[in-house]
């Protein structure tokens, strides 16, 4: 088939297997056969009930597509139903349970059969799902959100096996009630000795000093101790102060039991181990409400310098912790029942939608955010989010005015700087106020002391690097984005840190190397503007024309009627001859 014959469409593929398959063959190959054979026939008759075709149905799967998402995911409820009837009747050992996937995704068709990266990802979806459940992609889940009766959890991002970029995944919850289970699986709320604070909770155990070596009883002591302090600048963290989690020093416990003692939600447990000039530390994060390991990780070290090493572990730790930490609550908080929200879920579920950098996702960041404070109007993380959200408008046209979404930032920035004058965030959003409106200096005054607060807060070393980049400090703000990416190298803000890399890249000419890190952006977040923008005009720098229109035409879809005299407003350049040169390989590319 030549490329011109090459016929591709966009539809919602089924993918279908029976779970311990290769057992009930060895079992009773007729038997088997038989049950797959008449579990098939229902399956089809369900996929032709809901609009859909079977595509293939080889041995014990079934692959099959519909025009509709919804009715792709309507069908595979309806067959786990109908299936899991079927096998009550059966012996439990000859039961046949089908795991499924749902995917919207790109395929080439060829005839009657379909192929290509949508149906590979669907099959990867199955393959993670449970006996009798469904899991269904991130591209199918923004369809059926708000569309059907049914709870997703959500499973992160998953990378699976000859897929380039992980995949959004949820787990579909078709029974009621099933949601709020899930919550109360291990050590509930009403279990706990204290209430669950409103912001997320930990309690750092002592380190166990595994070395044997009572006079090793300081290092490890020095770590647990550096480590609270440490996670307490994070003002968004509540964290058990050292006098209670000392009290469990040298005694055997139960993750579970320190949580439901001290009346939180997770538990950071460790030890060191010294032998010779070496030292291994491991640590583990722990949500006691369902007893899941968030985050663990080892550490070797020459103990060469022990206060070096002990300052080095914490940072590692600390700056880990962070991210993991709020990925986490993310995730919980997209769980929970929208009917039990607090002021903190609206804030992880906003923090979720604000990360995917999206128009429509940030408007309902922004829907999610004024909740928040409704319940809780002192709640500094609450406003340093919501003048993020306006920035973000700001930058990529997503409002009716950019001036009135400079304001709102500013408004919401002061706010949380009033309530929390000690909060890093706070000051990190008033510094990025500062430079998108065009006050360098006090942009740089505000976003060091932002670091002065909490020196693990990637996100200021980051903004930093930002402000230093459109100032024209390229080296130092290569400096500060490079800190902030090793101190959280999966960050949510990640994004606008590789941007202004390459902004940076631009400033010095280096057109070559801008491409790169615009590539390196689509490739990562395709919705995100700043990368096309940035393609667009190092391409029209270097002459590159029709590869510069093509970027400004996948910008001009996220930015619609963007023109040169918005480009002013949303890059705040400080040096005219670095925004010329910016907005003269944009009208290279076509940009008016």
Known sequence: MTTQEVKRKLTAILSADVKGYSRLMSEDEVETIHTLN?????????????????????????????????????????????????????????????????????????????????????????????????????????????????????????????????????????????????????????????????????????????????EQEYFSDGITEDIITALSRFRWFFVIARNSTFTYKGKTVEVKAVAQDLGVRYVLEGSVRKAGSRVRITAQLIDATTSHHVWAERYDRELEDIFAVQDEITENIVTSIGPEFLSAEMRRAQRRDVRSLDAWDYIMRAAFHHSRYKKEDVAEAQHLLR?????????????????????????????????????????????????????????????????????????????????????????????LGQALALAGECAAAVEQINKAIRLSPRDPFLIYWVAHLGLAAFVEERYDVACEWGARIIQENPNFPGGHRLLAASYGQLGRI????????????????????????????????????????????GLE
Not at 38 to 53: N, P, W
Not at 562 to 573: H, Y
């Open 38 to 214: 008449a579990y098939k026939e229902v399956m089809a008759g369900l996929i032709q009930h809901h609009h859909g075709r079977v595509v293939n149905a080889p041995g014990d799967n079934v692959l099959a597509e519909f025009a509709s998402v919804v009715d792709a995911v309507e069908c595979a409820v309806e067959i786990q139903k109908e299936l899991k009837t079927k096998n009550a009747e059966l012996p439990e050992n000859r039961r046949m349970e089908f795991r499924i996937g749902v995917n919207l995704g790109d395929v080439i068709e060829e005839g009657a059969q379909i192929y290509g990266d949508g149906v590979n990802i669907a099959a990867r979806l199955e393959s993670l799902s449970e006996a009798g459940g469904i899991c269904i992609s991130g591209t199918a889940y923004d369809h059926v959100e708000n569309k059907l009766s049914l709870g997703y959890e959500y499973l992160g991002e998953q990378t699976v096996k000859n897929i380039a970029k992980p995949v959004r995944v949820y787990r579909v919850l078709m029974e009621p009630g099933a949601v709020a289970r899930r919550l109360l699986e291990v050590a509930s709320k009403e279990r706990m000795a204290l209430p669950l604070p409103d912001k997320p909770s930990i309690a750092v155990l002592p380190f166990a000093n595994m070395s044997g070596d009572p």
């Open 371 to 463: 909740k928040a404070i409704e319940l809780d109007p002192f709640n500094a993380e609450g406003f340093c989010l919501l003048a993020f959200t306006h920035l973000i408008q700001a930058q990529f046209g997503w409002s009716e005015s950019a001036d009135q979404s400079i304001q709102e930032a500013a408004k919401a920035a002061e706010k949380a700087v009033a309530i929390d004058d000690r909060d890093a965030w706070a000051h990190t959003a008033l510094g990025l106020v500062d430079l998108i409106s065009r006050r360098y200096d006090d942009a740089t005054r505000r976003l060091k002391k932002a670091i002065d607060l909490n020196r693990s807060l990637a996100n200021a070393y980051g903004a």
């Open 546 to 589: 029709n590869e510069a229109q093509t970027a400004l035409q996948e910008l001009l879809l996220l930015m619609p009627g963007m023109t040169i005299d918005d480009v002013r407003k949303q890059v705040p350049f400080k040096d005219p001859r670095h925004m010329e040169r910016y907005l003269d390989g944009l009208r290279k590319a």
